[in-house]
Every structure is written in structure tokens, then in C-alpha cells.
């Protein structure tokens, strides 16, 4: 990345370890001086980035879809899984099929990954849970409700050590097994006004933002051994550099035909029970409007 001359980007990034890797390939490239890096969960980043706090950020499918309008898409970027995605899941105590009627805890942290969650119990599996929902504390969360739906660090780390007497159902491979197709959990947006009057910055952040992805995917243990050490020095405990190095390369950073095409089909089920606005067509980034227009 060049720099931004006197402008820097308010740029955000999801603290969890899910974007360890461009952290990580920002710093490589030297490219993390030449923007404002803002680190915080998905809910508050998104809130910044629509706030105006925040120029370029990523953010939830469900909160792109339902903000179109105010946000452009940068090409090429994503969050997605194509199959299981080790970090969004359903715990459970119970089958999942034995939930109609009864409790489910929804994280407050998310609105992808709960909204995914609430079509995967009742399109899918045909059950009306009563929703509920909570702060992120999974023992919290299941002293009343029968399951929850967790995300982050908190999923990844229960994936890797389950306790006993809970079920972990990884929500990617649900949606995979369910449609065929790649679950895309958040995409990198600017904001339109932005976008529009400072193309050139916003051309230069998605071209470092690539950058980092290429970096990091041809240096995977020095990136899984990075992302070990901050998971250390965070709230929830330690994580080993071979189960870092499996979520690394269960995680997709792009944005293809195919990526597309799930997005398409996430919003339109969406769409349908009245969670985003429609036209569908309308709102999905299957082409990304020319910068600057």
C-alpha cells in the first residue's frame, strides 16, 4: 500500500481471531501505518462504520444486506466457509431436532450467525425454538436454554475442547450440507460517501487488504503461531498453533462467482422471512459499482 499522504483510513478490524491473519499480513507489508486500525467485535464495528466513525470496515452479511444503500463493497473480500467454518455454531444439549418449543440462546455479538442459525432450525430442520436473546457466556447462556448459538473465539475454543454433555454443530457445514454452497459471514464495505470522494484511498486499503490475505496464506505457521500467542493474552485462554492452522484453512478471504452466489441465496431466504429489505437483486454485490460513481 502506498500511502495515504495526510489521509489516514479509519479502518476496522474484527478482534477476533478469524482476522488474526490480516493483522498479521498488514503488519508484514508495513501497510498497518498507513491506516487507522480500529479493533473491536463485529456488533461495534458495524455500528462505527454506519455511525461514521469508521471508513472502511468489515461487517456482517446481515448488516451489509440491510445497509446497502450507505455502503460499497470492496471487491474481492470476504469472510465465508465453504463447508464448516470452526467459529458460528449451535451448542446444544439436546438433537437439534428436540428443540421445537424450547430455549435457545442467541449471542448478542452477532447478527449473521444468529440469523443463519434461526433458519437452519426452522427451514431446515423444521423446529420453532423459543429465541432468547443474551450476552456471550456460553455457561451463562445454558444455565436456562437448552442451546446456544456462539460465535468467535468462545466457538473456536469449544470446538477444540468440548465439555461434556453439549453437541458443537459448526453452521457452516449445516448451511453447506443444507444449499450446496459457501457460507459468507461478513464482506468488507466502505462507506458510500467515502468511497465516492476518496476512491483512491479506498483502491489502496482493498489492495493492502489483499495483499495481507496473499501474505498470510503463504506463510501459515508463522501466522498460526501469531495468532497463538494473542490467544494467550486474551480473555478466554489458550488455542494451539495445529488447531489456529486447521481454522485458517477452513476460512475463505475472497469473494468469487461462487461466494456471490451464496450471498444471493442467503439474502433471498432473508428476504423472505422479512429480515432485509428487498428487491433481493438489488442489494447483493454481485458486480461492485465503479468507485468514484
Known amino acids: 500500500m502506498t500511502a495515504c499522504g495526510t489521509l489516514t483510513a479509519r479502518l476496522g478490524d474484527i478482534s477476533f481471531l478469524n482476522c488474526a491473519p490480516i493483522r498479521w499480513g498488514l503488519a508484514d507489508s508495513g501497510a498497518v501505518h498507513d491506516v487507522d486500525l480500529v479493533s473491536a467485535a463485529p456488533e461495534r464495528l458495524a455500528a462505527r462504520l454506519l455511525s461514521g466513525d469508521l471508513d472502511i470496515s468489515p461487517i456482517s452479511l446481515v448488516r451489509y444486506l440491510r445497509h446497502a444503500d450507505d455502503l460499497y463493497v470492496l471487491p474481492g473480500l470476504g469472510i465465508s466457509s465453504d463447508g ?20 435457545v440462546a442467541l449471542s448478542d455479538a452477532s447478527r449473521s ?23 456471550q457466556d456460553v455457561e451463562g447462556m445454558l444455565k436456562t436454554a437448552r442451546a446456544a448459538v456462539v460465535i468467535g473465539d468462545d466457538a473456536l475454543r469449544l470446538q477444540a475442547d468440548v465439555p461434556r454433555g453439549l453437541t458443537v454443530h459448526d453452521t457452516g457445514a449445516m448451511w453447506r450440507n443444507w444449499t450446496g454452497l459457501p457460507m459468507v459471514f461478513a464482506v468488507w464495505a466502505a462507506r ?11 483502491r489502496e486499503v482493498r489492495a493492502a487488504l489483499l495483499d495481507a490475505v496473499g501474505r498470510a496464506r503463504s506463510h501459515p505457521e508463522e501466522v498460526a503461531a501469531a495468532a497463538a500467542r494473542e490467544a494467550r493474552s486474551g480473555r478466554a485462554g489458550a488455542l494451539g498453533t495445529p488447531v489456529l492452522l486447521d481454522y485458517y484453512r477452513a476460512l475463505d478471504y475472497s469473494l468469487g462467482e461462487r461466494q456471490l452466489a451464496a450471498i444471493q441465496e442467503f439474502a433471498a431466504r432473508a428476504a423472505a422471512r422479512g429480515e432485509v429489505p428487498g428487491p433481493v437483486s438489488a442489494r447483493v454485490p454481485v458486480h461492485a459499482p465503479a468507485l468514484g460513481g
Open 192 to 202: 458510500r460517501e467515502f468511497a465516492q470522494a476518496r476512491p483512491d484511498v479506498v
Open 113 to 135: 450467525t444468529t440469523l443463519l442459525a434461526r433458519m437452519l432450525l426452522e427451514d431446515a430442520i423444521g423446529v420453532r425454538p423459543v429465541y432468547r436473546t443474551l450476552r
Open 84 to 103: 464448516p467454518v470452526r467459529s458460528c455454531h449451535i451448542v446444544s444439549r439436546d438433537p437439534l431436532e428436540d428443540l421445537d418449543g424450547r430455549e
